[in-house]
């Protein structure tokens, strides 16, 4: 099978635990543009995947927050996207701040990532940090708020939610049957789970982009770690799990690679499939 298209999560696949990419992918990557399209499909927001975008020197559109829109850098515009309705978001704050759940949130809003400053998610600290390293041209906004609530009104999309806090209390949180009737939600970390507006996902998104430049899936390589990158695992026409990936990741992908995100993971897939 002659593969044409291949799709890379980031964090955990591509993207080391320093959040970089190993030099030797990035240079098999910037080799491999040239005859194969490359699509980042990631869980994070457009603004923090532009940096890692621009390394690659990548021209394609980038599929964020886990299937909730494509977005072209080129045009700096969203082509495609199914967000939260404002209605929604704001049942979903009131619900995850409720006593019972006491849960960390981050809402990945139009061009922001913004958070509660009197109770901040944990990564958000290493996060700001990270872009604080960043060119200030392109460099990412994280914002502090007093209140989540009113943020909602100052943004024209709420693309998804970052749920953080104790493992049963989240699992709690996503088993309400307001919350699974209206949002997907995924594993995203150990402690975090990111819902977003129900029937996105990577793999729907990945499908749609794919038909729209006239891929089948058969064409597709698609390599994740994580819960959140299943379905575009299943998707493609061959689907690789990082060695770093958890069991249940694994048992949906054909391949495995010989080794994580730390070493040469990715490269031994390109140098093999492509």
Request: aromatic share 8%; net charge negative.
């Amino acid at each position: 099978m002659t593969y044409r298209v291949l799709a890379l999560d980031l964090d955990g696949t591509l993207l080391t635990r320093q959040h970089q990419i190993v030099p030797a992918v990035c240079d098999a990557i910037h080799a491999l543009r040239e005859r194969v399209e490359v699509i980042l499909v990631t869980g994070r927001h457009h603004t923090t995947a532009q940096p890692y975008y621009r390394q690659l020197g990548l021209q394609t559109p980038i599929i964020c927050c886990n299937g909730t829109y494509v977005y072209d850098y080129g045009r700096q515009m969203v082509v495609e996207a199914d967000a939260i309705p404002a209605q929604a978001a704001a049942q979903f704050i009131a619900l995850a701040q409720a006593k019972s759940h006491e849960l960390s949130l981050v809402i990945y809003v139009t061009e922001a990532m913004v958070y509660a400053q009197r109770q901040p998610a944990q990564y958000i600290a290493s996060l700001k940090d990270w872009a604080e390293t960043c060119p200030a041209d392109y460099r990412p906004k994280i914002i502090a708020v007093p209140s989540l609530e009113q943020s909602l009104a100052h943004n024209i999309q709420v693309w998804k939610f970052v749920v953080e806090g104790e493992t049963e209390k989240i699992r709690a949180f996503a088993d309400q049957t307001w919350i699974h009737a209206h949002f997907s939600a995924e594993q995203s970390w150990s402690n975090r789970m990111d819902f977003s507006w129900q029937g996105n996902s990577k793999g729907r998104r990945l499908l749609s982009l794919l038909t729209a430049r006239h891929y089948s899936p058969a064409e597709l390589v698609a390599i994740g770690d994580n819960d959140n990158d299943i379905s575009m695992i299943r998707l493609a026409g061959f689907g690789v799990a990082m060695a770093n990936a958890n069991d249940t990741v694994k048992s949906c992908a054909d391949c495995i690679t010989p080794q994580t995100n730390e070493g040469r993971g990715v490269l031994d897939i390109i140098e093999t499939y492509f």
